[in-house]
């Protein structure tokens, strides 16, 4: 299916005044929460997933409103008329301890795309495996924790002691998983199919050695244990993949006036460069589904520059 939902209030490209905040306005849970009671329905209907929890794959570009959308989701699927404990988990708390970042840092000092958090590659993938396999059997589990702000900014994981925990005796059991990040759902390409997209029109993937591209791509081929745990999957894309410069400048100078801290401008590009290239490698594939023939089990939302739905479609 494919609809239009909501009008323009913001010209593609157009910036904010210096003065104004960027506006999340959520219009994206009407269509996700009837497609997860759909899809929840379904798994139900099998008796081997009676007991089990119902995982949801969300990606969703930065700076595009998945922070709110999530909080939304959980909110309303926890409330009455559903009552369905819900736990949000994000692939931000599975990055590398800062030791360990170190570390892979300096074994690849020449590739530039892993010398900080982010690209495949800097996640744990066995505590990922963990997380799950403790999840999908209803074990009371420990729920991951990373901290962006230390050591100055690099980030480090939280000590377990703080990690908080879910299925406990004492506690109903989770049956929703909500498991969202800016590259979940992303598939690993063949050689040939990262050569030609570095070697065609792009943004950043000709500032970039063909090996160190493959070495992501390489990685990402780990990320198949969570892509093979998911039962039903969202996307929140961009009509522009390029929206997430100006998005993410919109924070920034929001952080700077606020707070009086924030990236300037360069930094804000810079940033960002650190993470389009996996924009620019995997989007295209996740857009044609996650789950091969299995019809229907994917929502793609498009948003527009303001942030707004522009199109519905249904995997």
């Known amino acids: 299916m494919s609809s239009s939902t909501a009008s323009v209030n913001v010209a593609p490209n157009a910036s904010l005044t210096p003065k104004s905040k960027p ?12 497609f997860i009671l759909r899809q929840l329905s379904a798994f139900r209907s099998s008796p081997q997933h009676e007991d089990k929890p119902f995982f949801i794959g969300l990606n969703g570009v930065q700076g595009a409103g998945k922070t709110t959308l999530v909080t939304t989701l959980s ?3 926890a409330s009455p008329p559903y ?34 958090r982010g690209e495949p590659g800097t996640h744990d993938i ?19 924790a990373y901290d962006k702000s230390a050591f100055n900014g690099q980030g480090d994981r939280v000590p377990s002691s703080q990690w908080k925990t879910v299925n406990s005796p004492d506690q109903k059991k989770i049956q929703v998983v909500i498991f969202e990040g800016w590259c979940v759902g992303f598939r690993a390409l063949s050689e040939a199919e990262v050569r030609v997209k570095r070697e065609g029109e792009s943004v950043t993937l000709g500032r970039h050695r063909l090996e160190d591209l493959l070495f992501v791509n390489g990685k990402l081929g780990e990320y198949e244990v969570l892509n093979g745990a998911f039962d039903a999957f969202i996307h929140i894309d961009a009509e522009e993949t390029g ?29 960002v460069d650190g993470y389009y290239p996996a924009y620019e490698l995997f989007t295209e594939k996740l857009r044609n589904g996650l789950f091969g023939g299995d019809k229907g089990r994917q929502l793609r939302l498009v948003v527009g520059r303001d942030r707004r739905v522009k199109e519905v479609i249904g995997i």
């Open 23 to 34: 506006e999340i306005i959520d219009d994206k849970s009407p269509h996700c929460i009837p």
């Open 75 to 77: 909110s309303l699927l």
């Open 83 to 116: 009552s369905l404990p819900t736990l949000v988990c994000s692939i931000d708390d599975l990055y590398l301890t800062h030791a360990d970042q170190t570390a892979l840092a300096q074994k690849h000092a020449s590739n530039p795309l892993i010398q900080h």
């Open 126 to 144: 066995p505590l990922a495996r963990s997380l799950f396999t403790a999840l999908k059997s209803g074990q009371e589990t420990q729920i991951p």
């Open 243 to 271: 929206y997430v410069y100006a998005w993410r400048q919109e924070q920034e100078e929001v952080l700077r006036r606020e707070k009086g801290a924030g990236m300037s401008r360069e930094e804000v590009e810079r940033f």
